[in-house]
Nanobody, 120 residues
Framework: QVQLVESGGDLVQAGGSLKLSCVAS????????MAWYRQVPGKSRELVASIRNGFTSYADSVKGRFTISRDIDKNTLYLQMNALKPEDTADYYCNTGDFLYDTYYPDDYWGQGTHVTVSS
């Protein structure tokens, strides 16, 4: 079992920045890849960014603005979000999974989410 706890969500003005964190505990040695997803009410969960070793992948909507990183020694996943837009408003979740070729596939471990609101 892996437990994931996100933090860092807040209310921020458009153009601002936030850094989300996700701390993993439990059987962290099993974690191969990790990702950030986001979800707004009434819509399905969207993959925002994913990482395995030095390989990262981003949704087109956040490329150039968001940066995913991982500190394996601290069992922590980060998402640096810059130039935030109102459409980035969502609940953000971290997740563990793996890549098959360049496609990320989530497994069953999810955090409880952290909320980001970007005001215009």
């Amino acid at each position: 079992q892996v437990q994931l706890v996100e933090s860092g969500g807040d209310l921020v003005q458009a153009g601002g920045s936030l850094k989300l964190s996700c701390v993993a505990s439990g059987n962290t040695f099993k974690i191969l890849a990790m990702a950030w997803y986001r979800q707004v009410p009434g819509k399905s969960r969207e993959l925002v960014a994913s990482i395995r070793n030095g390989f990262t992948s981003y949704a087109d909507s956040v490329k150039g603005r968001f940066t995913i990183s991982r500190d394996i020694d601290k069992n922590t996943l980060y998402l640096q979000m810059n130039a935030l837009k109102p459409e980035d408003t969502a609940d953000y979740y971290c997740n563990t999974g793996d890549f098959l070729y360049d496609t990320y596939y989530p497994d069953d471990y999810w955090g409880q989410g952290t909320h980001v609101t970007v005001s215009s």
